[in-house]
């Protein structure tokens, strides 16, 4: 079964700081992998995906990711954070001919000026 | 922009009552899902659909019910709510493919049973 762990429940950055968020994925084959943001009270947006190909992602709002199959992680970056970045961040892995995603548990982030 | 709309976006109910949860989407999605949520917790796989008159049961057990009638229409039912049912429900959408697509979710329903 696939499963994915968000090791850091919340984390705080200056504004301007630089930022990354760890997720660990398990999965026998290749994984469909997933960054989704949810801002308090809204519903879920996709910030970017890997399915195949180049291992460094670029999403929107300026961040990245980079899937290293060695280490079974799939981290978030983004260079410098703003204010508005501040949400709940989650993870999600799925696979090839598997209908559901698995949602790690979330990392909080906190922006503090 | 995905546009995938649930209504009512807040709900307290006593307990013992019936509600329904309505999802709606206007992008032609087969596949669509709901999510249950708690606060600070992942989200909980709790019904699919593949498409028409097709609903299964998701990972977490769940007192609820669903159908599938119209592609674009997914309602959620809870035949007799309880305080246990308070939580926060996430409906989301893909399209139709042999893979795991990009889920489009609406903006949730945050249910309080009373």
């Known amino acids: 079964a696939q499963s994915v762990t968000q090791p850091d429940i919340h984390i705080t950055v200056s504004e301007g700081a630089s930022l990354e968020l760890r997720c660990n994925y398990s999965?026998?084959?290749?994984?469909?992998l997933f960054w989704y943001v949810q801002s308090p009270g809204q519903g879920l947006q996709l910030l970017l995906k890997?399915?195949?190909?180049?291992?460094l992602v670029q999403g929107i709002k300026g961040f990245e990711a980079e899937f290293k199959r060695s280490q079974s992680s799939f981290n978030l970056r983004k260079p410098s954070v703003h204010w508005s970045d501040a949400a709940e961040y989650f993870c999600?892995?799925?696979?090839?001919?598997?209908?559901?995603?698995?949602f790690g548990t979330g990392t909080r982030l906190t922006i503090i000026p | 922009e995905a546009d995938i709309y649930q209504t009512p976006r807040y709900l307290v109910i006593g307990t013992g009552k019936k509600i329904t949860l309505e999802c709606s989407q206007t992008?032609?999605?087969?596949?669509m899902y709901w999510y249950q949520q708690d606060p600070g917790m992942e989200l909980h796989l709790i019904h699919y659909?593949?498409?028409?008159?097709?609903?299964e049961k998701g990972d977490l057990s769940s007192e609820s019910t669903v159908s599938r009638i119209r592609t674009e229409h997914f309602p959620l039912t809870l035949e007799s709510a309880r305080p246990s049912h308070t939580s926060q429900y996430l409906c989301?959408?893909?399209?139709?493919?042999?893979?795991?697509?990009?889920?489009?979710f609406g903006p949730g329903t945050r249910l309080t049973v009373l």
């Open positions: 989301a959408s893909s399209p139709y493919g042999a893979r795991t697509d990009t889920q489009y």
């Open positions: 659909s593949y498409g028409v008159n097709s609903t």
């Open positions: 992008m032609g999605h087969d596949k």
């Open positions: 890997y399915f195949s190909g180049d291992t």
């Open positions: 999600a892995v799925g696979a090839y001919g598997n209908e559901k995603l698995t």
């Open positions: 999965y026998g084959a290749t994984p469909y």
